[in-house]
């Protein structure tokens, strides 16, 4: 079973950039699919990027694509999310989270963190 913790979330101006990191526990790390949710206060939680369990293949949603990047290291059992030009409208709780399958996907997520806040002031 993995487990998931975030780290990386903050304060920080629009334009401005983070790097969210996820560290998962457990031995099948590699075969997992990662993702990254987030949900903003009073709306419902949203698809952010994903990524397949070699890093071969991704997958963003439109209204972060071309500022944000995941990726992963498999040696240290760890995925990220690096955001650049960032927006006040990003502001949310950031959720990384695992599929029960090596594939690339936007939904049937399995196992999910507790969440870091992201905030972005204008």
């Known amino acids: 079973q993995v487990q998931l913790v975030e780290s990386g979330g903050g304060l920080v101006q629009a334009g401005g950039s983070l790097r969210l990191s996820c560290a998962a526990s457990?031995?099948?790390?590699?075969?997992?699919?990662m993702g990254w949710f987030r949900q903003a206060p009073g709306k419902e939680r949203e698809f952010v990027a994903a990524?397949?369990?070699?890093?071969?293949?991704?997958v963003y949603a439109d209204s972060v694509k071309g500022r944000f990047t995941i990726s992963r290291d498999n040696a240290k059992n760890t995925v990220y999310l690096q955001m650049n030009s960032l927006k006040p409208e990003d502001t949310a709780v950031y959720y990384c989270?695992?599929?029960?399958?090596?594939?690339?996907?936007?939904?049937?997520?399995?196992?999910w963190g507790q969440g870091t806040q992201v905030t972005v002031s204008s």
């Open positions: 989270a695992a599929r029960n399958s090596p594939f690339v996907a936007t939904t049937t997520f399995a196992l």
């Open positions: 457990g031995r099948t790390f590699r075969t997992n699919a």
């Open positions: 990524i397949s369990a070699s890093g071969g293949s991704t």
